[in-house]
């Protein structure tokens, strides 16, 4: 198809100026940004230590995401039980909650003298608010969803046949799922790990309240470039430049390697 | 048709319960034997063959294969190969780790999986494609594949659903041909639905017409072809049927306003059927002299070109049939849809069978 169909205008100008809108605050960041400090600014121990916990806490969370999200995607889209209608909106108020609440949520659960929290407390003496444990688990809540919707999708998208057809050749179900299900939904299963890696390197409200905003332990980029606003907007732009390089550079070597079109 | 419970090959009585219709349906096979379920669609037909492979529950009946009773038995412990209509190929595997799937999943190490799974494409003739992905096969190179696949895991019944329905008129000829030839290698029972006359009468020893659920015909294909028993395998055929009863060299049998009563050369007595073939109806504009037995009148309810004849369906009363004729007689006798001719069929081109 090389005859190139030309956009009507009534498309082109809403989708250039979505565009612009879009692209704009990121200009606005380049342009304001303090390039010649940048150097020895980007050398001081804090924004390396958030970057790295950033990183650390959205890999990791991605990770469990998955361990956890896959399974999950599955029984939504191929059991059957009453009440699973039910489970797939509860699976997606993440989605909709203000992430503030989220860390509520969490905090009253997994809280010192929440509902799980005061029994790890009192059987093992685990306390997860305020620690970097808490970073992850508070990511991980709000990125989930992104997961298993994803996956959902592509697991009904796929053709059950396949696997009737491995049932044939000897297949069990485990190695179905395994050399069958999942390498036919692999585009879906990495396009949701990169939207929940995406959401969870940006979390910001649920991390502070369930986790808090402690240097070195549980205060992420996203943290790191709200409290830096209050005092030194030249670094919160630096902090945010790091932010927005890192995550186009995973994105775009990510969307190379698994995301083909 | 019930066998030892020790003799080999299949023995089935496959029971299906569908909102659709009911399956049940008596099923044998030797070792070696081909046997085509042929009906039209929605007949029961990939139903059958999916509860033979355990790809749907039986809330009754049995299957016997060498012996062994397998419906208990889950679809991954069945040895049981299958051919699917449209393949089914791994898309995201290579066409020799298609065929390794089954040995692997048998238990076989990698390594020795691939050389069993080479040997079967050097069987199929594609030993050159072993790296290939499925989408870059033509159909049917994908149907070949299948084919090795199916049969890589050494089964002790060979399904085939459609096998060659997806395609082509030409690759069909071709295809058709080395399957029969694989099939003959085969040693164990192979059993194979379409809804192709022509695919069954190539392939199969014996051939099972299946209707509704049911088996409505069973026979070698050539008894199938010669005696149809249903509308449906005459029409397959291309023969015209009737059902009637035969007294002394007639046979009466129910028109579409009562009876008529056509002559024959067979002698049977009671229940049977009656079949004729189109090229054997001849049709006049006036009535013919030194009049045949079996001639009447008919209404031309349609003209039809088929290849280098045409078919002209006649219209009752007395009853409905089908002539085919040449394209020359169509414009000697001034053939048009709802004109009225003379149509005869000599008793000795009948041929009447027990019902």
Redesign the interface.
Known sequence: MSRSSRPPWFLLLPALAGLVFLVLPLAGLLARAPWSTLGTRLGQGQVLEALRLSLVSATLSTGVCLLLGVPLAWVLARASFPGLGLVRALVTVPLVLPPVVGGVALLLALGRRGLVGAWLDSAFGITLPFTTAAVVIAETFVAMPFLVISVEGALRAA?L??E?????????RW?IFR??TL??V?PGVAAGAVLCWARALGEFGATITFAGNFPGRTQTMPLAVYLALQNDPQAAIVLSLVLLAVSVAVLAAMRDRWVRT | MTRDAGAKGLDARLVVRRPEFDLDLALAAEPGEVVALLGPNGAGKSTALRALAGLVAMPAGHIRLDGTDLRPLPAERRRVGMVFQDYLLFPHLSVLENVAFGPRCQGAGRRAARRRAGEWLERVGLAGYASARPRALSGGQAQRVALARALAVEPGLLLLDEPLAALDAHTRLEIRAALRRHLAGFAGAAVLVTHDPLDAMVLADRIVVVEDGRLVQEGTPAEVARRPRTDYVARLVGLNLYRGTAEGGTVVIGGTEGEHTLDTVDSLQGEVFLAFAPSSVALYRTRPDGSPRNLWRARVAAVERQGDRVRVRLAGPPFDAVADITPASVAELDLSEGSTIWAAVKATETHVYPA
Do not use: K, M, Q
């Not at chain 1, 057809?165 to 297949?171: C, E, K, P």
């Open positions: 053709d046949r396949y009737e057809a491995a049932a044939t050749l000897g297949a069990g190695t050399r069958v390498p036919l692999a």
